[in-house]
């Protein structure tokens, strides 16, 4: 049972019960529960035994089994011998041939007890781009559309899905009673899954409970994520934002009003908002969404509006500018200031010939006659 858990041919396994479980995937425009993201209700999927790409011939889908187990094989499915099971007979012959297992968007389920879904299940174990040989490997390919899950496999995840469940409802409990931390989990819900529900305006502690309550039993794993994320606070700041148009989202791609350098990717526009360097544009985020809530004064920016502003400058660059422009005035005036003093300095030493004769003071000296 372990070897085939782990991905490898299971050989000559006559007991058990196996499930045919779908893979579902969402996708840009459908949730994975979507009826027509997977397979539309009705439709069936229908798998050969497939040819090797190397040589064109049918590949072998009971390879694992030693020569008695293909006899018992023939003999329970009523042929003459093992040859009869020969993937190398002529066409006509070829018991292989146009033996198809059909799947529906249910999937399907095995008895390996019996001798007809024992050769189903070989035929899909060899089918290894659209089965995959596990749950846990579903996703190993994106080619995958289902899983062969044994009974005790499915026991497994089921119980690890309880205990999920169990853990998320207890976490549930703590946060029941805080409309807050419920709506910033459903913000943070709705702006990471294309299936989230965006929220009213004003909704009720019991609208919240519902919904949370509905993710939990739906998705308890991803509730814990979400909840246990350390950049929870940030997420929620970023989708309320949005809201009101103080972060414009244009695909993967999110930038803060006004701050061109902001531009970047959810993760990256996270780690923005913490750098404590722009610590005055999340302060100034979180009050204007308080604002917002409290007073509903914020209102989303108009088409004209976004518009002039990305026409700006970024602001540091703006302000880098200024910064030159006064670093070159206050040279020029500081030199201003010295060539001033300067020639200051030069009129006091350069004397006025009749000035120094008027200022010299009077007396007796040599060749001065008193009357």
């Known amino acids: 049972m372990e070897t085939f858990v782990k991905g490898l041919n299971v050989g000559y396994l006559r007991t058990g019960k196996v499930k045919v479980m779908p893979v579902r995937r969402s996708s840009d425009w459908l949730p994975e529960n979507s009826d027509s993201a997977f397979m539309n209700t009705g439709a069936k999927r229908e798998y050969v035994t497939p040819r090797s790409q190397r040589s064109g011939t049918i590949v072998d889908p009971l390879r694992g089994l030693t020569e008695e187990q293909k006899a018992r094989v023939a003999k329970e499915l009523g042929l003459k011998d093992v040859d009869a099971l020969n993937v190398m007979k002529p066409h006509k012959e070829n018991f292989w041939i146009n033996k198809a297992v059909q799947i529906d968007k ?193 209102k989303k920016p108009t088409e004209e509006e976004v518009k002039a502003v990305q026409k700006e400058p970024d602001v540091t660059d703006k302000i880098d500018k200024l910064e030159s422009m006064l670093k070159q005035a206050l040279e020029k005036n500081s030199l201003l200031e010295s060539e001033i003093l300067a020639l200051k300095n030069s009129d006091n030493v350069k004397e006025n010939p009749e000035q120094k004769e008027q200022e010299k003071p009077k007396g007796r000296g040599k060749g001065n006659k008193t009357e």
């Open 106 to 298: 249910n999937g399907l389920f095995l008895d390996l007890s019996n001798i007809n879904d024992f050769i189903n299940f070989k035929i899909l174990e060899v089918n290894t781009d659209e089965i995959a040989p596990s749950w846990e490997e579903r996703y190993n390919k994106g080619t995958y559309k289902f899983a062969l899950v044994f009974e005790d496999e499915e026991a497994k995840l089921q119980n690890t899905r309880i205990d999920t469940k169990k853990e998320a409802w207890m976490l549930f409990g703590k946060i029941d009673g805080s409309a807050k931390k419920l709506s910033d989990f459903l913000w943070i819900y709705y702006l990471t899954n294309k299936d989230g529900k965006r929220l009213p305006n004003n909704p009720s502690l019991e609208y919240l409970k519902s919904e949370v309550g509905r993710i939990i039993e739906e998705r308890p794993g991803e509730f814990m994520s979400i909840l246990s994320d350390p950049n929870f606070e940030t997420k929620a700041l970023v989708q309320k934002a949005i809201n009101i148009g103080l972060v414009q989202r244009d695909g993967q791609m999110f930038r803060v009003f006004g701050e061109a350098s902001s531009s970047n990717t959810l993760e990256g526009l996270i780690h923005y908002l913490l750098d404590e360097r722009n610590n005055n544009i999340r302060i100034s985020l979180i009050g204007k969404i308080e604002d917002h809530e409290n007073l509903g004064v914020i």
